[in-house]
């Protein structure tokens, strides 16, 4: 079988990638120890769902990190979930929501719409432009996720009770790590790959926030990302 091609956003902040998602499939097929390559192109307009990451698996084509990883379980006989239980299972995947459905769009929220953060954001997404796209299109990109913000839901509250929010998720996270080496326990599953690039990109970009706070208050959460990249990224 051939190599996977991650299509994702260029490097940023000093992280893997600076998109969560993109960097939770591609430590997924590190973890795997799958043939891969990175094609940094951050061409949202060519990706089928219009989000990246995407995936070219010989002739398929697959959208969306959990669409992605899945059918690679299957396909290319990946074990890292294999001594999950029925329960452990449900409580990933409950947890692959929290960081996914829910922090993410706090995360957002700080990178994007917190005036605080924005001119980091600003400077790691946009400075490397040619004049004048670089002062055109952030005002654009913040007013696009203020639109999702506001459809998803979160953007609807302040910013005082979104960040709560977001340091809540962080506190639950702390809490059921706890002095695990992996988030299920003694051995690293798939849950490890979101969980990484989630808190990853939390503790590590430079953006100032309540959030990066939070996690840095839980000594175990930094500890864990730096297992994870000492045993995956070295
Ligand atoms: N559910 C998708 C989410 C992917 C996603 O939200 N990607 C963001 C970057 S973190 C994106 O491509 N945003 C571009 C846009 O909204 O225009 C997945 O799991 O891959």
Same mark, same amino acid.
């Given at each position: ?27 997924? /097929? ?13 061409? =949202? ?16 084509? =697959? ?27 449900? =409580? ?84 059921? /790590? ?23 990109? /939390? ?17 175990? /959460? ?13």
């Amino acid at each position: 079988m051939g190599r996977i091609r991650l299509h994702q956003f260029a490097p940023a902040f000093g992280l893997p990638n600076a998109s969560p998602f993109c960097m939770k499939v591609e430590t997924y /097929l590190r973890m795997a120890g799958l043939p891969w390559e990175a094609v940094n192109d951050g061409d =949202v307009l060519k990706a089928p769902k219009k989000k990246l990451p995407y995936i070219k698996d010989g002739d398929r084509v =697959v959208a969306d990190s959990s669409f992605i990883i899945d059918p690679l379980k299957a396909t290319r006989g990946d074990a890292l979930d294999d001594w999950l239980d029925a329960s452990q299972r449900g =409580v990933a995947l409950a947890f692959q929501r929290l960081f996914e459905e829910h922090l993410y769009w706090a995360a957002v929220y700080t990178r994007w719409i917190d005036d605080t953060a924005w001119p980091q954001t600003r400077e790691a997404f946009f400075a490397a432009l040619p004049a004048p796209l670089r002062w055109i299109l952030p005002p654009l990109a913040r007013r696009g996720l203020r639109v999702q913000l506001q459809g998803q839901g979160l953007g609807r509250h302040s910013a005082a009770e979104i960040h709560a929010l977001g340091v809540r998720d962080i506190t639950a996270v702390a809490d059921f /790590l706890a002095d695990k080496p992996f988030l299920m326990g003694e051995r690293p599953c798939s849950l490890d790959a979101t969980g990484h690039a989630f808190l990853a990109n /939390l503790l590590w970009a430079p953006v100032d926030s309540p959030l990066r706070d939070a996690a840095r208050r839980h000594p175990n /959460l930094a500890a864990y990302c730096e297992r994870m990249k000492a045993r995956y990224f070295a």
